[in-house]
């Protein structure tokens, strides 16, 4: 046991140095240890208030130290105060189906379409056969979690999350560092996908005649706007989002899809991108969205 305990103890400090923030798991389990507010008796850490595990991971050697020395908790990194952005690539949940595609090969698609290799970085095999992608983020980002935003069986780990470190052991598996002992930069074309889309401005510049919805119209004219100004880097990005922000009015019979793939390949085509590249990112896009909104939300 002490030999687990020193191994799970390395782990959480090799993450710290790497600056990265810690927090002890349940031993052979990927929940926090940590107490609940339910529970919390509002002293030590919590003397001014509860702290949850964002609030209470750490980077502190000699803190680390004690906290692992009798006990062998699986390690967590907190992503958001850690300043990384965690692509978890998952695994089909039944694997009886082979032709059925994992969040890697969803991950691969989009980085073709998106003219970019597979970033080279800091991978972490999981227990169930996936794969974590760790990417640094600017201090002044702050993005948070995102579940299929990207794709199907592709979600990310930023403020709000964690993600189990390397080294970590459950019955399922264990986590295991595969390659790139750095974190990479996050690609600025991966960030524009993730960065939420500014508010529409209320007043369009252009009223765009025969659609039904004069939101949905207001919507199209600054997606587009959007799109045909996105700078090098961001333009496939802002192009993908845009199809999924509008897919939904395509969805609910506010604006034709014809309509609204041909003001989305105009803009993308004036900020530079091929006909063959809007087409396919188009394509995806509003297909997802389209499945995925087929129900009107309210609005307030």
């Known amino acids: 046991m002490r030999r687990v305990n020193e191994f799970l103890m390395r782990a959480a400090l090799d993450a710290a140095e790497r600056g990265w923030y810690v927090f002890p798991l349940r031993p052979g389990d990927k929940r926090p240890a940590l107490h609940g507010e339910a529970s919390c008796t509002y002293t030590g850490d919590c003397a001014g208030g509860h702290l949850k595990w964002e609030q209470r991971a750490t980077r502190d050697p000699e803190r680390i130290r004690t906290t692992w020395w009798h006990t062998p908790y699986n390690v967590g990194i907190a992503t958001g105060p850690s300043n990384l952005l965690v692509v978890d690539l998952d695994m089909p949940k039944h694997k009886g189906s ?143 989002r845009a199809a999924r922000a509008l897919g939904r009015f395509v969805a609910w019979g506010d604006l034709p899809r014809h309509v609204v793939e041909q003001a989305l390949q105009e803009a993308g085509e004036r900020a530079g991108l091929s006909a063959a590249e809007c087409r396919s990112t188009l394509r995806s896009a509003l297909n997802w969205s389209i499945a995925h909104n087929q129900s009107r939300r309210n609005t307030a």
């Open 98 to 240: 082979s032709d059925a595609p994992d969040g890697a090969a969803t991950f691969r698609a989009l980085c073709e379409r998106a003219g970019h290799p597979v970033p080279d970085t800091h991978r972490v095999r999981t227990a169930s056969g996936g794969t974590h992608l760790y990417f640094t983020t600017p201090h002044r980002l702050r993005l948070t979690n995102t579940a299929r935003t990207i794709g199907e069986l592709v979600d990310t780990r930023a403020w709000g999350g964690y993600v189990v470190a390397a080294g970590s052991i459950t019955p399922a598996g264990d986590y295991e560092a595969l390659c790139g002992s750095v974190a990479a930069p996050l690609p600025l074309w991966l960030q524009s996908i993730l960065q939420p889309a500014p508010r529409a401005s209320q007043s369009p510049s252009v009223a765009l005649v025969g659609q039904s919805r004069r939101y949905a119209d207001v919507a199209l004219v600054n997606e587009a706007r959007n799109v045909a100004v996105a700078q090098p880097g961001e333009r496939e990005g802002k192009l993908f």
